[in-house]
């Protein structure tokens, strides 16, 4: 957190730049640490696999409380426009929530998001009262083409979900948050602390993550790793890092030596 600094989402302050995921935890216990140790404020919620209404199994939010965090209902899991707009509508339904993460997917094996499918369920959900942020590909035409129609923040990918291979496309996400006026957030692909340093120094308006925490060796210490990463990336990337240069320029003056 940079004092004086927030995330600004569809008018909603946040103090935290980071947005974690809630899958892939050993148990809700462990979820709830992690979430804790990372300070977000905004956690994802998996609609179509997390148990958000049935008191007979574990629910998520027994352990992480939508009175402690802004739940941002997703739509992971979905491969179609249809699915995905039925998926939110029934979120909305359950808790209220209108701010939510689109995401359709083409594959089960790239998990690449579906363009054509993510313009058509965007285009649906503003049209009722959804505020959207919006998975997608780093393509720039496509980013403002979101943006355009009126979501509430674009997200582009940094690499396959899950892969953990770090920002793959830099120029391109530097081009899209240069053309946008909206945040720029960079979704899926982050592995450890350096990649979403790197991703804040770029300009990115903030990281959503979810395996980098939960699938490291020690998900609540990476967590905490994120959260300096994040800040330190917002804070470089405010103060204007110096200039790159082909040589050597001496820290010290070299005149006036005796």
Sequence with gaps: MVDGDPLVVAGRRFHSRLLVGTGKYKDFEETAVAIKASGAEIVTVAVRR?????PSKPMLVDYVSPKEYTFLPNTAGCFTAADAVRTLRLAREAGGWDLVKLEVLGDQKSLYPDMVET?????ELIKDGFQVMVYCTDDPIMAKRLEDMGCAAIMPLGAPIGSGLGIQNPVN????????KVPVLVDAGVGTASDAAIAMELGCDGVLMNTAIAEAKDPIAMARAMRLAVEAGRLAYLS???PKKRYADPSSPLAGLI
Excluded at 50 to 54: A, H, K
Excluded at 119 to 123: D, Y
Excluded at 173 to 180: D, K, S, V, W
């Design 119 to 123: 313009l058509q369920a965007a285009g």
């Design 240 to 242: 204007g890092r110096m």
């Design 50 to 54: 997390v148990n958000l209404s049935d």
């Design 173 to 180: 996400i530097r081009l899209i948050i240069e053309q946008a």
